[in-house]
């Protein structure tokens, strides 16, 4: 017994990418005058009719001045915007009616609709007449993408007819980044250095128009990729090239810092694991097509300072030996009890001495608080010198908190300079 034949639709389905033509390049073939090409015989080569891709004058040129369709179905990367276009063609000599298209887009973990949700039917469809929709969809994940073209139709009879169509295709990866962190302990501040390294992974130079940092609310962000940041400056250290070819990588610099809490000038102590921000890419390909991409948040383990944490604030670069200068200190509460610090001065072998009292009490200093002291040191041996021996200690506790390599000072004598 034969299986039934199925039945034959009276439409027909096309589907074709919309993509940027490119240009018609060319592999020209160059040579010598003394070559037998460029001899006599190059005559031959030279009055062969001229590519009509060839630009006038530069006929050894790889690119040309015309523009060419595309050839297949091209890749597709993370970022950019998928567009279609999707014709259902009337293919028999019958009037449908209630002609309805749907396009779905089903990903490794959703299914989106991309049109005919909702809509209401087309009335009907004459012999040779088509319906004609372009789709466009921003592509937000990588992987294999399927496109799901289903098409309902009446018959002349009354009887409803169903099919769909599936085109598969892969979304690849366009941008390689990482990220590292470095924390600036420079005596003045708590800042953060964010450093980006972008590499392109595509087969096809970019356009690198905008990579920018987006801090989240706790922090602020000083971008440090323009010559002068502080003047609203344009231009980027990168100079006037802003394109990126394949396998190029391009490092990013940002300055990050913790906003001040509510009502002061100090800034916030954060501790363990903080979302820093997301880092927003356009880019354009050779064409003119454009591609976002957004990191996701981007975590940084901040530095253990234990329950106290002094930074030196203000330091002079250099000073003369076996003459006292002074050093700003600010002493901040980093735990959730209340402290009561004794301050203690250890002189070590390394050329530097405190000058002043050992062993003074400092006071109490509250959850999250801060209190800024200033010492007083003597320089006894030149050439660079760190700042060591500082101890902390909670009464309360019995605990003490050791503070070696602070800050460092050189140290030079006045007859060398004189000499």
């Known amino acids: ?76 990367y993370l970022g950019e915007t998928f567009s279609s276009y999707v014709s259902v063609h009337n293919d028999s000599s019958h009037v449908v009616k209630e002609i309805q298209l749907k396009t779905d887009l089903q990903t490794s973990s959703q299914r989106l609709t991309l049109s005919g949700s909702g809509t209401t039917p087309h009335s009907e469809l004459s012999p040779a007449q088509c319906i004609d929709e372009v789709i466009h969809h921003e592509v937000k994940e990588l992987g294999t993408h399927i496109l799901v073209c289903a098409v309902s139709y009446t018959t002349p009879s009354g009887e409803n007819m169903y099919f769909r169509k599936f085109f598969k295709f892969q979304v690849l990866k366009p941008l390689d980044v990482k990220t590292k962190f470095y924390n600036a302990e420079d005596y003045v501040s708590d800042e953060v250095y964010l450093e980006a390294q972008i590499q392109n992974i595509t087969q096809s130079p970019m356009v690198m128009e905008r990579v920018l940092l987006e801090p989240t609310a706790e922090y602020t962000v000083k971008e440090l990729n323009v010559i002068e940041p502080d003047n609203k400056s ?6 006037s090239f802003s394109y990126l070819n394949p396998l190029d990588t391009r490092q990013y610099l940002y300055c990050l810092k913790a906003k001040p809490l509510p009502g002061s000038d100090k800034p916030a102590v954060i501790k363990g694991v903080s979302n820093i921000g997301k880092l927003d890419i356009v880019w354009k390909t050779s064409m003119g097509e454009r591609g976002r991409l957004q990191t996701s948040q981007l975590q940084r383990m901040a530095p253990g300072y234990g329950d106290v944490k002094l930074n030196v604030t203000g330091v002079p670069d250099s000073i003369t030996i076996e003459k006292p200068f002074q050093i700003q200190c600010r002493i901040t ?51 660079l010198q760190s700042v060591s021996g500082l101890r902390l200690t909670d009464t309360y506790l019995k605990r003490t908190y050791e503070h070696d390599d602070v800050a460092q000072i050189f140290v030079y004598s006045e007859q060398l300079v004189g000499a």
């Open 1 to 76: 017994m034969e299986a039934p034949r199925e039945k034959e639709h009276l439409l027909s389905l096309k589907v074709m990418r919309l993509t940027k033509s490119s240009f018609i390049t060319t592999n020209p073939v160059l040579f010598e005058a003394r070559d037998l090409a460029g001899g006599p015989s190059g005559s031959m080569v030279r009055d062969i009719s001229p590519h009509l891709g060839l630009p006038a004058g530069l006929e050894h040129f790889g690119v040309g001045e015309l523009l060419m369709l595309p050839q297949n179905f091209g890749s597709i």
């Open 333 to 383: 509460s980093c735990c959730e009890r209340t402290m009561d610090l004794k301050l203690v001065l250890n002189n070590t072998e390394n050329g530097l001495m405190w000058l002043g009292v050992s062993g003074r009490q400092l006071g109490k200093l509250g959850p999250g608080g801060s209190m800024d002291i200033e010492l007083t040191l003597l320089a006894t041996i030149p050439g």
């Open 234 to 239: 344009s231009e980027t250290t990168f100079g």
